[in-house]
């Protein structure tokens, strides 16, 4: 990143040249239909946003669309668990890739019901156990969280989105009550579920989730607001597991690709961030057989190859 000229770097051109770049993959992703509620949405559609840290914003394409993020905000819940529970969160749930489907069953019985990393569905439900149990109204709590991290208030549920996940979750809710029977889920189940199909649910913009991961960017300190939500050791954490856990089991490839850290949801968003510097995201609702936006995932890839910044 240090032989790069930043001032040089003409942030609208790049995002410009790649939303024409990747217009003709839009049509090679598959719309995520697991959820029937997530299928009602234009496969064409493509946005980007970068969010620097001086803030300056750069946007193209469809990004103030709102769309699903679904396990985008599982970043979020985690920001909120590990603030509240410090380094106790890591005896409930582990650090490592899980090398399996996100919402796999078979790790969690050898593994006695700690699941692998906070960003698969096991472990994101162990997250927001975490909540549920350490705050009031807790859906309205980590609702306003996300909105004060992308500083508008707009952001909502999407409650077709949410009954829909509801009806059809039968696989988290299988977790779940597994979870529980080890005893690695302190609250009711249904209530700890629809927290968790609540914040899955939520529909914001590529803008909106850039400003809102800028924090991560920052060393735990939003750089608009000054406000400080975790230490700088807990930001490097969680930037840490977005990298090795971020992207389901592609996250080796998303990081030989990108190489920046990043989390990815089924309704074709993905975060990253890169360090000292910015956030973006990128929404294409067409996924890859991972998981993750197929064209969202080129356009990170030629971001950081055009600007030539990454981690690495
Ligand atoms: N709410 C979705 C589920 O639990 C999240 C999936 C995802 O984006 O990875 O299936």
Known sequence: MTDVNLKDTDWQLVIN?????????????????????????????????????????????DAQMKFSVQSISKVFSLTKAFSIL???????VGKEPSGNPFN????????????????????AIVVA????????????TIINFIRELAGNKDIKMNHAMFRSEKAFGHRNAALAHFMKSYGNIESDVDEVLDF??????LSMSCEDVSRAFLFLANHGIHPISKRRYLTASQA??????????????AAGDFAFRVGLPGKSGVGGGIA????????????????????????GVKALELFTTKTGISIF
Request: hydrophobic share 30%; net charge negative.
């Open 236 to 249: 490097k954490r969680i930037n840490s597991l977005l990298l090795t856990c971020g992207t389901y089991d």
């Open 129 to 140: 156990d975490c909540v549920v149990s350490h705050t009031e109204d807790s859906l309205n």
């Open 17 to 61: 040249q790649i939303t024409d770049e990747v217009k003709p993959l839009l049509q090679h992703g598959k719309v995520a239909d697991y959820i029937p509620e997530l299928a009602n949405v234009d496969s064409n559609s493509f946005g980007i946003s970068v969010s620097l840290l001086d803030g300056r914003e750069y946007t193209c394409g």
């Open 104 to 123: 796999s069953l078979i790790q969690l019985e050898n593994e006695n019901g700690k699941p692998r990393n906070p960003f698969i569905n096991a472990g």
């Open 272 to 295: 990253a961030i890169i360090p000292g510097l910015l956030s973006i995201c990128v929404w294409s609702p067409g996924l890859d057989k991972h998981g993750n936006s197929l064209t």
């Open 86 to 92: 410090q380094d106790d969160l890591w005896k409930r």
């Open 196 to 201: 968790y199909f609540g914040h899955c649910s």
